[in-house]
């Protein structure tokens, strides 16, 4: 089934039931993905899904309604609900219209056919390789294991003219290692990407089951001290995640809760920190030439050198604040490709990229007298509106006189991340994608890390 | 639909499979958002999808579809035979079982599909009023949050299964701001529950406490480091019981040796005062179903009594790779995810201990009050909870409010150093997920508990 009929099907509705502004968005796609159970494929799954979500405003109010599609009779019952629901809202004095056509945007290479053509075969095979390669690392298992691959075509109509469309492939791998015997060490690793051609399995593998031999050593952390420690990018991502796309989000800046609030123009970050939002990164999962509003993206610096520069924009916060929206609404996952239509627009990054310093993560280690680096954290979440975190070390390498020594674990990580980002000692060039998230590991001094012993 | 589901059923058998079903669900969710006296969202969702599953020598093949033709069906089911002859696990055979008749609505007094839409914008409207008590409250979220999941399953035990589940949830975050700190409360009702709930609720009461509670928390200090006597709240000891002791007592990660309970079945892992089950009968609780998606009856699991271990949450694949019944635990997300061992309300039993005869004995420690989130270990059992907030207790006294702060450690050192457990269980709905995703409604809970807890703060 092809999306405009569908589309225009329920901005025909919509008008007919008496709005004047009404806006459709749409996604199709194919996912197939393969799970693993100790060393074994265990379930192979495919899903077809497609659906759709109309907004309508309709005397300054606005209403939406989403479905999954089945018939025609889904857009057009879609549609009068969205009609119906804005009828009971409340007038919005802000938003008045949806946006406007805009034309010419860049279209990054996102969309790789050697993804869209992949079947249980090729999958499956996939998912061989990295266990044959992590059980190399000796007496280590892979318990669990998820590859998912899916080609996804997302399509926005609006009664401005606005008719855009991203189509994008995603591979998302997320696989755990643990070692056999008593007190067994688990590793976790993750990849993230539109394109096959980078997803070195055997590589994937080594590390996996390197990572479950490096946790079953290592010893429960001993008191409480600043040290400087090392946040790869895995982690790093869900803690810039939670606090800086947080905090430039408009919608938090207009409601009070950002702590970035009055802050546009100063310094929130150390001078070795600049972040962009590059939505035509081809190596990222959510590159896309227009936002999920029909809005066009485009390159942004966040942070240059420590001084907050912009923040980010969908097209209600825009009209709210009197500026252009910035292409940052958005509705699509970096991980997911179901049910899209039905998430409802936030404003994110389209891809929050941390610039890269200039020495490889080697190097920064060397110069570390006495740090950590984080392995594997429990969960990576920092408050948004305050910036705390308390973050479980489930493994963290120990660094003495800039090499490596061992592992520790049973030991929390305390600080705030808003005092941390200033507190940034170095920024390794090892980028890699993580999610939504572009960004190297970096080095943060003065982080508590505090013992259960 | 049940024609179409039992052919499907009946060409996946005939395809080789050793057992197979269909599940069909629509899904009918409305969502109202009010920020700062604004709509911010209202809007209507509907799900509607097709599951088709194979098992075949110990592996699973799924397929799902929202094409709602026979055709595409037909073909879904064809598909989940293919996807499921490309596994190589190996297992026992389901075992087979009567087959399960049953047609049954969800047990609410006012159906949320009953209620007109705008009784529940004007509700919202006044949950947002109750929180404006304060010029330092500078934000103020209101989310109410209703679901109808409708369910038809077909499998090749003879099963044909209809069932509702309702769920509805009410929400309140306010933001409270002064000089430069920001902080934050939230408070929430929910259940498997009709639109009863919210008429029953106090709304203004409801609101305008949270309200008063995200102001008192400027004043909040931080928590002091390293391992102390704890008492957890309601909130903190069901993510005990959930994350670590709960996640690592789904049978499908004992079966593979990957929980740190796979061996210990008639030891004491706890002290003696501890007593945990799931329970997915819980009258109104978030994570209660009549079914679970394979169609097995939900039931009551004991997981420990008295401090011993007593046994796993099953679906029909571990149940029958472990030679017990399954306890109706299998349950997927919707239809386009997986059927994993998933809980449904976990939490720890009472007690006979008061809060005040729980104070009294602890000279320096934290009584934490409400969660943010946790995390499970099932490898390993470390416990991670983040606490949105608690109190110093200093000489049986609580003192100090405490800003937000994280509690760690071994879950089985912990529960061996439990040593009063509280008179009264209060269960907190959320959803579940695993790993990373695959989210299910449940609830956690049970009273409060006194251990020995590392914890630390930013």
Redesign the interface.
């Known amino acids: 089934?092809q999306l405009e009929p569908i589309m225009k099907k329920a901005i025909k509705t919509a008008l007919s039931e008496g709005v004047n502004d009404a806006e459709v968005f749409a996604v199709r796609s194919r996912t197939l993905s393969?799970?693993v159970?100790?060393n074994?494929?265990?379930?192979?799954?495919?899903?077809?899904?497609?659906?759709l979500c109309v907004r309508v405003i309709r005397a300054k109010?606005?209403?939406?309604?989403?479905?999954?599609?089945?018939?025609i009779r889904?857009s057009e019952s879609?549609a009068v609900?969205?009609v119906?629901?804005?009828g009971?809202?409340?007038p919005?004095p802000v938003f008045k219209n949806f946006p406007l056509s805009e034309k010419g945007a860049e279209v990054p290479n996102v969309y790789d056919k050697a993804v869209s053509a992949m079947d249980?075969?090729t999958i499956?095979e996939l998912a061989?390789n990295i266990v044959a390669s992590a059980v190399t690392a000796g007496k280590v298992k892979v318990?669990?294991g998820?590859i998912r691959v899916a080609a996804i075509q997302s399509m926005l109509v609006n009664t401005n003219g606005v008719e855009t469309e991203n189509r994008n492939t995603m591979i998302y791998a997320?696989f755990?290692s643990?070692t056999e015997g008593e007190m067994?060490g688990?590793g976790v690793r993750s990849f993230f990407s539109p394109h096959l051609a980078g997803f070195d399995t055997a590589e994937f593998g080594k590390h996996l089951g390197q990572g479950a031999v490096d946790s079953m050593k290592a010893i429960p952390f001993e008191g409480?001290k600043k040290m400087t420690v090392i946040i790869p990018p895995i982690e790093l991502q869900e803690l810039l995640q939670s606090t800086v796309s947080y905090s430039i989000s408009a919608e938090n800046v207009h409601?009070?809760?950002s702590?970035w609030a009055e802050m546009a123009g100063k310094e929130v970050a150390s001078p070795n920190i600049t972040m962009l939002d590059d939505p035509f990164d081809a190596k990222g999962m959510l590159s896309s030439g227009y936002d999920d509003e029909g809005v066009r993206t485009s390159r942004k610096v966040l942070i240059d050198r420590g001084v907050l520069k912009t923040f980010l924009y969908d097209s209600y916060n825009a009209q709210k604040a009197g500026m252009k929206p910035t292409g940052n609404g958005i509705r699509r996952s970096p991980?997911?490709s179901?049910?899209l239509y039905?998430n409802?627009v936030d404003i994110d990054p389209v891809n929050l990229v941390v610039k890269p310093g200039t020495k490889s993560l080697e190097q920064v280690i060397a110069g570390i007298d006495n740090g950590l680096m984080i392995g594997r954290l429990?969960?990576a979440?920092?408050?948004g509106?305050?910036?705390?975190?308390?973050?479980?070390i489930?493994c963290a390498y120990v660094i003495e006189k800039g090499a490596i020594t061992g592992t520790v674990?049973?030991?929390?990580a305390?600080?705030?991340?808003f005092?941390a980002l200033k507190n940034v000692r170095e920024v390794a060039n090892d980028t890699t994608v993580i999610r939504s998230g572009i960004l190297p590991s970096v080095a943060f001094e003065g982080i508590?890390i505090?013992?259960?012993k | 639909m049940e024609d179409i589901l039992t052919k499907a059923v009946r060409a996946i058998q005939d395809q080789g499979a050793e057992f197979g079903d269909a599940h069909h669900q629509a899904i009918d969710r409305t969502y109202i958002v009010l920020?700062?006296g604004?709509?911010r969202?209202?809007?209507?969702?509907?799900?509607?999808?097709v599951t088709l599953r194979s098992r075949i020598n110990g592996?699973?093949?799924?397929?799902?579809?929202?094409?709602?033709?026979n055709e595409s069906i037909l073909d879904a089911a064809m598909?989940s035979v293919?996807?499921?002859k490309?596994?190589?696990?190996?297992g026992k055979r389901i075992p087979d079982r009567k087959a399960n008749h049953s047609k049954m609505t969800a047990q609410v007094r006012i159906h949320p599909s009953k209620v007109p839409?705008?009784e529940k914008?004007a509700l919202m409207k006044d949950l947002d009023r109750a929180q404006k008590i304060d010029e330092r409250v500078?934000?103020v979220n209101s989310v109410y949050r209703e679901e109808a999941k409708n369910n038809f399953l077909i499998s090749s035990f003879g099963d044909s299964l209809q069932w509702e589940e309702v769920r509805a949830r009410l929400i309140v975050q306010p933001?409270a701001?002064e000089g430069d700190r920001?902080?934050?409360y939230f408070d929430l009702i929910d259940g498997t529950k009709g639109f009863e709930m919210v008429k029953e609720a106090d709304i203004m009461a409801f609101g305008k406490n949270a309200a008063e509670e995200a102001v008192k928390m400027l004043k909040s200090q931080k928590a002091p480091?390293?391992?102390h006597t704890v008492i957890s709240d309601p909130m903190i000891s069901g993510l005990l019981a959930h994350e670590v002791m709960g996640h690592a007592s789904e049978a499908?990660?004992v079966v593979?040796?990957?929980s740190f309970l796979s061996n210990v079945v008639g030891k004491q892992v706890a002290s003696p005062l501890i007593t945990m089950v799931d329970d997915g009968t819980v009258a109104g609780a978030h994570g209660s179903i009549p079914f679970d998606d394979e169609g097995t009856p939900s039931s009551r699991t004991t997981i420990i009594k008295d401090g011993v271990y007593q046994g796993y949450m099953h679906s029909l694949e571990t149940a029958g790779e472990m030679g017990v019944k399954p306890t109706g635990n299998g349950r997927a997300q919707d239809y386009?995810h997986?059927v994993w061992v998933r809980m449904t309300n976990t939490f720890f039993d009472k007690g006979d201990a008061t809060l005040e005869e729980m104070l009294e004995g602890v000279k320096f420690g934290v009584l934490t009050d409400h969660m943010?989130?946790g995390?499970e270990?099932p490898?390993?059992g470390?416990?991670?909870a983040?606490a949105l907030r608690g109190y110093l207790i200093e000489n049986g006294k609580v003192t100090d409010m405490l800003?937000?702060?994280?509690l760690?450690?071994?879950a089985l050192e912990i529960l061996k150093t439990t040593d009063a457990v509280g008179k009264d269980v209060l269960l907190d709905g959320g959803t579940c997920g695993k790993?990373?995703?695959d989210f299910v409604p449940v609830s956690s809970g049970g009273p409060y508990c006194r251990s020995k807890i590392?914890?630390?703060?930013?």
């Open positions: 089934m393969v799970y159970d100790d074994a494929i265990k379930n192979v799954e495919e899903k077809t899904d497609q659906g109010k606005i209403g939406q309604a989403s479905s999954t599609y089945s018939n889904d879609c609900k969205a119906k629901l804005a009971v809202s409340q919005d249980a075969d499956t061989k318990p669990s998820l997320h755990t643990m067994p688990e409480e409601r009070h809760r702590v991980i997911d179901q049910n039905r409802g429990a969960s979440d920092a408050s509106i305050t910036g705390a975190f308390g973050l479980e489930r674990n049973h030991a929390l305390a600080g705030n991340m005092d508590e505090i013992g259960s | 920020v700062d604004g709509v969202v209202i809007d209507n969702g509907r799900l509607e999808g592996s699973w093949g799924y397929a799902s579809t929202v094409d709602l033709g598909r293919i996807n499921a490309h596994g190589t696990a190996k839409i705008e914008v500078v934000n933001v701001h920001t902080e934050f480091s390293g391992l499908d990660e593979k040796k990957r386009g997986r943010i989130s995390m270990d490898v390993a470390g416990f991670e983040k800003r937000s702060f994280t760690t450690g071994s790993g990373i995703e590392t914890l630390g703060g930013g």
